[in-house]
């Protein structure tokens, strides 16, 4: 097989890939659009969310603090601690974007940063993260308009199954990385260190600490240790 075969074969892979994470992340987008909506806030203001903070945990974290009856404060700092765990991811891919960082950093989610890492070739990270970004957000946000308007008919997500679709998606991507033992380590770690927080701990702090295992292992490894 050619190296032009291999590549072509790798442009297709990514391109379907992005497209399916791009479906599966936005028929999650219809439980959003309508929990918002339940939630008291307006088809505007719900589209408004997914078009401008474009993180789909905070989107949700923001709008069921909402319709607890929490304070707008509470609402948006829960939200910006969940969503601060892309400044991390950020971190890791800033090396592939010399240029066009502003467009790139409203891209950097869980979806994109998974399909980014998973490319060793530079050429095929970018081409992977910027498909899976344009394929996610033109999907996300059609299913918050849509999901928005059909109102609480599909409101609880589990009714369709559609709280299974993001994960599921998003551990299809992991999977390959774990036969790396590192990268296996910090995630059985991770999920440990979120499982045991979650109880006791308010929304978004457990996802912040989950990171810490991650941390150990990228230390330990930087200083050679097996």
């Not at 950097?108 to 060793?120: F, S």
């Not at 774990?178 to 109880?199: D, H, S």
């Amino acid at each position: 097989m050619t190296g032009v075969t291999i590549e072509l074969q790798t442009r297709r892979r990514v391109g379907r890939d992005a497209l399916a994470i791009g479906v599966a992340t936005g028929a999650y987008g219809l439980s959003y659009g309508a929990i918002a909506v339940a939630s008291g806030l307006s088809v505007a203001q719900a589209s408004a969310l997914s078009l401008f903070a474009f993180t789909g945990a905070s989107q949700f974290a923001l709008v069921g603090v909402v319709g607890a009856g929490g304070s707008t404060v509470a609402a948006l700092v829960t939200a910006l601690l969940l969503g601060s765990r892309n400044t991390l991811y950020a971190v890791r891919l800033t090396g592939l974007f010399p240029a066009r960082r502003a467009l790139a950093a409203h891209l950097v989610i869980d979806e994109t940063t998974a399909m980014a890492v998973t490319h060793a070739d530079r050429v095929q990270a970018r081409r992977a993260f910027w498909l899976t970004g344009a394929a996610v957000f033109v999907c996300w946000n059609l299913a918050t308009l849509i999901g928005a308007f059909a109102g609480d008919l599909i409101a609880d997500p589990a009714a369709l199954g559609l709280d299974a679709a993001f994960p599921a998606a998003f551990l299809a991507l992991l999977a390959p990385k774990l036969r790396e033992r590192p990268v296996l380590v910090a995630a059985v770690g991770g999920a440990a260190v979120a499982l045991l927080a979650t109880p006791y701990l308010p929304a978004g702090l457990p996802v912040l600490l989950a990171v810490v295992p991650a941390l150990v292992v990228a230390q330990r490894l930087r200083r050679g240790t097996p």
